[in-house]
């Protein structure tokens, strides 16, 4: 049964950091694109950082610089480390799994960027 932890969220004051992380189950991890995805109230969702089976990776200008992507094969993992958190970047952040036409997404987890 395919199945997503995620952690690492919270809050933050800004120019803080924090390192989400979801754990895949049900899946072979290894043959997936994965990505990070934030929603914040009001808004669609967006992507912000996105690592190919390869290990390429892509982000948005908006977090260029400050946000790493990385994957654990051996630990069916990926994980977001968020680097100089503005509270413009204040959302639900979603883990994503693509192979081929297939989408997966994880439950979500809240990221608060507040003095």
């Known amino acids: 049964q395919l199945q997503f932890v995620e952690s690492g969220g919270g809050l933050v004051q800004p120019g803080g950091s924090l390192r989400l992380s979801c754990g895949a189950s049900?899946?072979?991890?290894?043959?997936?694109?994965m990505g990070w995805y934030r929603q914040a109230p009001g808004n669609q969702r967006e992507l912000v950082a996105a690592i190919t089976v390869g290990g390429s990776t892509n982000y948005p200008d908006s977090v260029k610089g400050r946000f790493t992507i990385s994957r654990d094969n051996a630990k069916n993992t990926v994980y977001l480390e968020m680097n100089s958190l503005k509270p413009e970047d204040t959302a639900v952040y979603f883990c994503n799994a693509h192979f081929l036409s297939n989408d997966y997404w994880g439950q979500g987890t809240q990221v608060t960027v507040s003095s």
């Open positions: 049900g899946i072979i991890f290894r043959i997936y694109a």
